[in-house]
């Protein structure tokens, strides 16, 4: 049995931190949203889900379409970002109150919302609240994460290229080191919370040339310090400038 096609308007949020591609997956939604005859308005929210609760709304119809366009080759986030994390409706049912007020006031049949983990879970909290007060509508979440631990996907868009900017300015702090012959340890602590994707990055020159780390520390490995000390010992009896790759989230 089919869904339930619904006619109404289209609300796109953004949510954490900026990438280099956030605007293409936002750039997908208005456009597809705009073409969609089903579609009767669509709109950006400034700032995430506070553009929303504020009752901040831009339309989207209204602007240049070349304009719009540009968010394809434009970083970072257009509609403005928040890191606001919404609480859960049977402790605190406030938010979701003014929400649902909001997607009433614009006939809102359709909300998707850009981000990781958090924002995630505020998808799945959102959706399960409208169902559960019967408002028929589509809470969509559109993975963004250079983490790159989002369940369920094969990969994020954001990963590829912070990855790419991972394993190149790795690369060249080796090289960079390497012109001295006095012995040093550099130590570069790399993002990615509880996921060691992007920290792994920092290896990648090594299949194309002889650059790596000497050491690379992921989050999902227990770090042990005395083990450290004897691994940085034993990468100086190759060479005086050893470099390592840290995750920001070992422990």
Known sequence: MSEKTLVGSLIIGQSGGPSSVINCSAYGVIKAGLENPNITKVYGAHHGIVGVLNDELMIMDEEDPAELENMLHTPSSALGSCRYKIADPDVDDTDYKRILEIFKKYDVRYFFYIGGNDSMDTVSKLSAYVAE???????????????????GTD????????????????????????????????????????????????????????????????PEVAFDYDKFYEDVEKAFEKHPNVVIAVSEGIR
């Open 133 to 151: 007060c019967g408002y028929e509508m589509r809470v969509m979440g559109v993975p963004k994460t250079i983490d790159n631990d989002l369940e």
């Open 155 to 218: 990969h994020t868009p954001g990963f590829g290229s912070a990855a790419k900017y991972v394993a190149t300015t790795v690369s060249e702090i080796i090289r960079d080191a390497a012109v001295y012959t006095t012995k040093a340890v550099t130590i570069v602590e790399i993002m990615g919370r509880d996921a060691g994707w992007l920290t792994a990055a920092g290896a990648l020159p090594s299949l194309y040339c002889n650059v790596t780390p000497d050491l690379v520390y992921l």
